[in-house]
Each structure stands twice: as structure tokens, then as C-alpha cells.
């Protein structure tokens, strides 16, 4: 399901929020790609004193694609480097959500010519995403 006026992409996910994080996890280091953080939203929460459903969010990218963005336009690094979200709903249903890449192109003006250096995360959270 895709919701392009807030340039969200969220994609149904077999398994765990933490199984859905594992494979993109792996799936982006065996591409080359640098994970840069893992964020454990409800255990954070849980450590709070607070329940919340699963929500764990990858920041990952790879340096190469991602600086040409930034040089071109350095609001970009609000939204660089990429990441995904895994998150459980209220049904029990998993869905990883993402940024809609073309959404960053507009949000940021960047040159059209560097949209292919994040395009194609989009392919890694749908495998990681269907198992």
C-alpha cells in the first residue's frame, strides 16, 4: 500500500518486527550497503516504563550514492541516510515502511540524474519484507 502525499511506502511483512529489521539487516550489508543504526523504538519504550507495540526502525546507505545527494543538497541529510521501518498495527499485521524515494527527489529538489543512487533500497525492504 502506498500513501504518495506523505511519500510513505509501507509494505506487509511476513513474520516480526525484529525478523523484518534481521533481513534487511542482512540483506543490506551482503549488498555492501553500511548499516549505521538499529533503533528499538518499543524496547526503548518498555525501558521507559511504557508499552507500546513492536516498532523498530534500520538507518543504512552507502556513502558513494548518498554524498552526491548531500553535496547537491544538504537538507537531503534530514532524510539520509536511508531507513526503514518495521512496525506491528493494531490487527497484529507487520508492515516496513519507507520513504518513497520520488518523494525525496521533490521534497529536496535534488538533480533527477541522482534519484537512481536510493532507488533502489525500495528493492531490499521488499525482499526483506516478503521473506
Not at 543490506?28 to 518499543?42: E, P, Y
Not at 541516510?81 to 518523494?103: K, Q, T
Request: aromatic residues 6%; neutral net charge; charged residues 15%.
Amino acid at each position: 500500500m502506498t500513501a504518495p502525499d506523505h511519500g510513505v511506502i509501507d509494505i506487509r511483512c511476513q513474520g516480526s518486527v525484529s525478523q523484518a529489521i534481521d533481513r534487511l539487516q542482512a540483506l543490506a550489508t551482503s549488498a555492501g550497503l553500511a548499516v549505521f543504526a538499529r533503533i528499538d523504538f518499543s524496547g526503548d519504550a518498555q525501558r521507559a516504563g511504557l508499552a507500546m507495540r513492536p516498532m523498530q526502525a534500520l538507518l543504512f546507505g552507502n556513502p558513494k550514492a548518498g554524498t552526491p545527494i548531500l553535496m547537491a543538497t544538504p537538507h537531503a541529510g534530514l532524510d539520509l541516510p536511508l531507513r526503514a521501518l518495521a512496525w506491528e498495527a493494531a490487527d497484529g499485521a507487520v508492515w516496513l515502511s519507507c520513504n518513497d524515494p520520488g518523494y525525496l527527489e521533490s521534497r529536496h529538489g535534488f538533480p533527477h540524474a541522482l534519484l537512481a543512487n536510493i532507488a533502489g533500497a525500495r528493492t531490499l525492504i521488499e525482499k526483506a519484507a516478503h521473506g
